[in-house]
């Protein structure tokens, strides 16, 4: 995510971590570097050039913190003006209205509206625990509504039915009168996209806004359209009170442009982010959390997070009661590790977050990816349950066996053993809280104020 925007500025910021002192030769060359960063990470001009100058403003009118050198001083006024470009803190959602409180989704075809309706209902479900009813408005394309009943059926939230041959505003008359009888905490309205904004889909969903009086009012958009998303958001701002937006494909988005052009272009906030196509990978937006990951400075909050939420609690206790008990970690707990581990994003998403890896080279990052768990996952399967719990069994006759029932090479077999002898020792430090407790004594080890913690 982000990853040219991220590349580009740690080398500038690395060129002027050095230097003694700043002055203004340094500052324009590192700015300049600045801007053809975010030019190229697709930032709007006018975003650019007003952080350009805030920058240098404040770079060169501050005066050095004694704890600080010059160069840390100017990442610190960098990193501060990123996450002012993007709305400074998080965005709830204001929900607390007499029931139900009515959410309006919109957006372009294409932006992963739909999709992100679900994953909204499953997060105000899930996490909020509200109880949840949804109706699709979109009786232009009739597989959207059938896909979103099945989307919102399969995370639990009720579904109100209608179909193509219905007028709009009928339909959403109906779901806000059904979500009062049954006592529905919020209303989520999906409705019509288009491949661009048109005075039809305007005028329609004005009527709807006007019928439903929404609290929130949310612009889906996606994220791999640059500023041209901020341009579309901006148009349909004029026409609705915008609440705020949902940018989608954030995952697949190398450059970032959309997430510091929105903010400045619309005056709304990024409320969500979508990070993936499951329909649990919606996150609330933070902005000093993205930054930090930007500038290779983790997001230790945010895994946390992911461990609380997606872990599998039930085998984490019964591990750590195992390991307190004195008993051996053995690969059958390896491998439910490694299950948890892809759960929660993976490998490449737990390197995000973590402060330093993402400065690791590029030829090192690439080796890291979720196709190491997946055929580690091979080879313990492999095995029978005999050598999964007695590992020290395995040798060259067995390690032959496994290689061949894997598809994989001795050396191989021998790698994920040499790894979990490591992770054996490594369960014994933190057999009083497993995965869960290490990221938090990495969060307390953290400096007061680490972005990210």
Known sequence: MFDNLSHQLLRTLRNIRGRGRLSEDNIKDALHEVRV???????????????????????????I???????????????????????????????????????????????????????????????????????????YRPAAIVQLK????????????????????????????????????????????????????????????????????????DAMTGQDAANSAKIFNQALPLTGVILTKVDSDARGGAAFSIRHITGKPIKFI??????????PFYPDRLVGRILGMGDVLSLIEDLDSKLDHVKSEKLTSKLKKGDRFD????????????????????????????????????????????????IINSMTIKERSN???????????????????????????KQFDDMQRLMKKVKNGGMLKMMRNIKGMMPPGFPGC
């Not at 975010?38 to 009118?61: C, I, M, P, T, Y």
């Not at 009928?170 to 999906?190: E, G, M, P, R």
């Not at 979508?274 to 996150?283: F, H, I, N, P, S």
């Open 274 to 283: 979508g990070v993936g196509e499951k329909t649990d990978a919606l996150e």
């Open 37 to 63: 960063a975010l030019l190229e990470a697709d930032v709007a001009l006018q975003v650019v050039r007003d952080f350009v100058s805030h920058v240098k403003e404040k770079a060169l009118g501050q005066e």
């Open 150 to 221: 099945i989307l919102v059926e399969n995370v639990g939230v009720d579904f109100f039915p209608s179909n193509s041959g219905q007028k709009p505003i009928d339909i959403v008359n109906q779901a806000l009168i059904h979500a009062k009888l049954k006592l529905y905490d919020v209303l989520i309205v999906d409705t019509a996209g288009r491949l661009h904004v048109d005075e039809a889909m305007m005028a329609e969903i004005i009527d709807i806004y006007t019928v439903l009086k929404p609290v929130e009012i949310l612009f889906v958009v």
């Open 391 to 417: 590992p020290n069994i395995i040798k060259n006759s067995r390690k032959h066996r496994i290689a061949i029932g894997s598809g994989m090479k001795i050396q191989e077999v021998n790698r994920l053993l």
């Open 331 to 378: 690969l059958t707990d390896f491998l439910d590790q490694l299950k948890q581990l892809r759960s929660i994003g993976g490998i490449a998403s737990m390197m995000s977050k973590l402060p330093g890896l993402s400065q690791l080279p590029d030829n090192v990052r690439l080796r890291m990816d979720d196709t190491i768990l997946e055929r580690m996952e091979v």
């Open 65 to 139: 913190n004694k704890s600080l050198t010059p160069g840390q001083e100017f990442i610190k006024i960098v990193r501060a003006e990123l996450v002012n470009a993007m709305g400074n803190e998080n965005s709830i959602l204001h929900l607390a209205v007499n029931p139900p409180a009515v959410v309006l989704m919109a957006g372009l075809q294409g932006a992963g509206k739909t999709t992100s309706v679900a994953k909204l209902a499953k997060y105000l479900h899930e996490k909020k625990k509200k109880k949840i009813l949804v109706v699709s408005a979109d009786i």
